[in-house]
């Protein structure tokens, strides 16, 4: 059964920095992309950072580029997302997700990051 468990989500101040972690397991988890999003209340859900299979290739939207890094660790099963500048409009809660054919998409349940003073 696949399991993604989101943790280091809190409350931080404008410009500060947070770390969210995701450990997976129930699959390849070297086979797989990963990903990160977050959907802000009252706001779609947002794709925000994919990280390749290996670690070789990412990419990031616009809204956090520059600021946010998407890294993974394939002997721990774990995917992070570093950020730093945080603004209030980061303020969501944040998803992992990957996608397993033919199981289709699989969701953490999410952790909450709030940006404020």
């Known amino acids: 059964q696949v399991h993604l468990v989101e943790s280091g989500g809190g409350l931080v101040q404008p410009g500060g920095s947070l770390r969210l972690s995701c450990a997976a397991s129930g699959f390849t988890f070297t086979d797989n992309r990963m990903s990160w999003y977050r959907q802000a209340p009252g706001k779609e859900r947002e794709y925000i950072a994919r990280?390749?299979?290996?670690?070789?290739?990412?990419w990031y939207s616009d809204s956090v580029k520059g600021r946010f890094t998407i890294s993974r660790d394939n002997k721990k099963n774990t995917i992070a997302l570093q950020m730093n500048d945080l603004k209030p409009e980061d303020t969501a809660v944040y998803y992992c997700?990957?996608?397993?054919?033919?199981?289709?998409?699989?969701w953490g349940q999410g952790t909450q990051v709030t940006v404020s003073s």
């Open positions: 990280i390749s299979n290996t670690g070789g290739s990412t």
């Open positions: 997700h990957t996608y397993l054919w033919p199981a289709g998409d699989h």
